[in-house]
């Protein structure tokens, strides 16, 4: 990318927020005629980042710290440093100090949506790289990176001024875009002994939880992530429910399964032969997101199977599945239903993403 020679100096964080291994920082645009943002670097040859072939790594020493620099384009270099913040913090300041305007993103307490100076142009693209740093997945990449013909800058323009119909075209796709860029909380719950821990396991491929025939062994929430269908699920194993609990451990271990059910975004109810305890079904009715009825063991049902839970006159399931987790069978179909509860409608190709009120 080239930028022109009256281009403002700016520097902007790559990376995400939060301690890391390596961040990157991106200085871009005309540097100042007297003053030299890489003076803090140290490197034993004389050749500097202003005149250093492109795409040429040098490796040198920012205030003592080792780091990297690679002249990317004739205007731009990305700086290399150690990921923790005040590594980060120290070289914006030194960069902010001869002249450099830092940008707001993740390296800037300060909203892009406060970044009144910034073009439409420059804005979007901020928007669709701190999206893109979010992205866990090729298909919610590949989804952002089509925010970047322009659609981006359009909403900017029409939100400034004042076209709400385009806004709120947009904003009707806010929840699939936080959830495009941070993924689902899917929450296994069911009576004790039910499988929920080896359906956990099968689910994300490996051993994760604890398996055993002693009811309770699960006592508290355990999480694990995957991804489905290009989506990052994580799954909360949860403590097995029971109207006739007496210990504390377990009582307290089904209070916080019933807590949960009101911070996630699809419910798993893992059931067996046996009847739904009264007290996770009157929790379950009450959930404010869908409830899957997953029927594992499928290997031991017969077709005169009587389920109790669903001759009942209300019930809280959106639809049921048979699985079984010891042989695997009904499982594609089971993450297929999760997928079309959490997902039951995608944007048009050509939609503006809410990137602001997500990113």
Request: proline share 6%.
């Amino acid at each position: 990318m080239q930028f022109p020679v009256e281009t403002a100096l700016q520097a902007s964080v790559l990376t995400a927020s939060g301690p890391g291994a390596v961040a990157v920082i991106r200085l871009e645009g005309h540097l100042p005629p007297q003053e030299n943002p890489f003076r803090p670097f140290v490197r034993p040859d004389d050749v500097t980042p202003q005149t250093a072939q492109i795409n040429r790594i040098l490796y040198g020493r920012w205030h003592g710290e080792d780091l990297v620099i690679v002249r990317t384009a004739a205007h731009c270099w990305e700086i290399q440093c150690h990921g923790g913040s005040v590594a980060v913090q120290r070289i914006l300041q030194d960069l902010q100090a001869t002249g450099a305007r830092v940008l707001p993103g993740t390296g800037n307490s300060q909203s892009i949506s406060r970044a009144q100076d910034l073009s439409p142009e420059r804005q979007a693209d901020e928007l669709i790289r701190r999206a893109l740093q979010l992205c866990r997945t090729r298909e919610a990449a590949e989804r952002i990176l089509q925010q970047a013909d322009g659609r981006q800058v359009r909403l900017l323009q029409q939100r400034a001024a004042g076209n709400t119909d385009a806004v709120e075209q947009s904003q009707r796709w806010l929840s699939f875009t936080n959830s495009l860029l941070r993924g689902f909380r899917v929450l296994l719950t069911g009576e004790p002994n039910a499988g929920k821990s080896s359906l956990l396991n099968a689910l994300c491929g490996r051993q994760r939880a604890i398996v055993s025939d002693v009811p309770g062994t699960t006592r508290d929430l355990l999480d694990a992530e995957t991804t489905m269908g290009g989506w990052i699920i994580r799954f909360v194993d949860s403590a097995g429910v029971r109207d006739d609990a007496t210990s504390d451990i377990e009582i307290e271990g089904i209070r916080r399964s019933l807590t949960a059910t009101g911070a996630v975004d699809l419910i798993c109810c893992i059931a067996e032969l046996k009847p739904i305890p009264d007290l996770l079904l009157q929790t379950l009715a009450m959930a404010r997101c869908p409830v899957l009825l997953v029927q594992n063991k499928a290997d031991l049902l017969t077709s005169d199977t009587d389920f109790t839970a669903l001759q009942r006159p209300v019930h809280p399931f959106v639809d049921r599945v048979q699985v079984s987790a010891a042989t695997g069978a009904g499982l594609e179909e089971l993450k297929s239903c999760m997928l079309r509860l959490l997902v039951p409608s995608v944007p048009a190709e050509n939609v503006a993403l809410p990137l602001l009120e997500t990113v």
